[in-house]
């Protein structure tokens, strides 16, 4: 969608282009979902327990993003630099720059707001525990949250997901699905067939729906519902679809993959293939493709071989 938005030559518009492709935009509130089920993973048990402490905690969140992101923000500097582009890139540092007001937009990697409000949940995260203490509360809390960001959407509209109040409830339904994964994981094992063509069956409604589901409350309801139906899926599926090789490669850089790619189209923009492609689909087909190879590419040699590098060197690695 990024790639859709930014080329200079469109694509024929189409049900695909009009439609489909920018709805991928929320597929970041689908991962905030996805992040709230992953964190209760890693640390729901321990955080309640108090075998981790808050220094390991914050130690292993800053080592998991901050490398990889402060090494763009570096990049983007030096590509552009300007004593704005300065600030910005020490905010991006921080990892604090979704506290700053929301009328503040971050050119500084833009896709990297996302990070930001990431990085704010894993602040809240013993709060998110304390939230989730038990499967009674946890509903309590998802119900508040949802009622809360209702409530927000529908009066100030100008509201986005840069706001903790819009993507708590994702966050929440992630925690959810965590607290309920046995059931839900024995559900998908015992009936796969059912499980499938549910999720199928959901997803085709949406799709059918989309462009007659109106912006706001609405939007976010069915958004809501959509996510958890395909995380839960996703869950006990033990398809070879989400299950093989190049979806467990992808899923060690993915958040590689989502800083980086504009870094990747600003390289694949300049290349003259508006002279060699000249039918428009096709090279919307060919820049996506180049961008996502570029994309991976430069997320593997990062983080495989040159941050371990410069980590060694700084004496960082295994402090985390």
Known sequence: MHVLSNLSVKPTANYLTREIIPFFTDFTLLFMAVSGFSMCCGYYVRMKEGSITPLVFYKKRYARIL????????LDLAISPSMRSCYETF?????CFSLLP????????????FLGVVFLFYMLFPFFVFMLDNRRRAWISFTLALALMLGTV?????ITRKCMVYCAPFFISGGLLYLHRTSVCKFGTRHPFWAGTTTLAVTILFLACMDRIPDGSATHLAEIVLFSVWIAYAIGAKDFLLDNKAVRYLSTISMEIYLCHMLAFRVVERLPLS?????AGWLYVVSVLLTLCGAIGFSHVCKFYVLPRVERCLGMRGTA
């Open 67 to 74: 490398p990889f992101f402060a090494l763009l923000c570096l």
């Open 91 to 95: 905010a991006n540092l921080t990892l």
């Open 102 to 113: 929301s009328d503040v937009e971050i050119q500084v990697i833009g896709v990297g707001w």
């Open 154 to 158: 529908f009066w100030y509209p100008a």
């Open 275 to 279: 002279h060699i492609i000249g039918q």
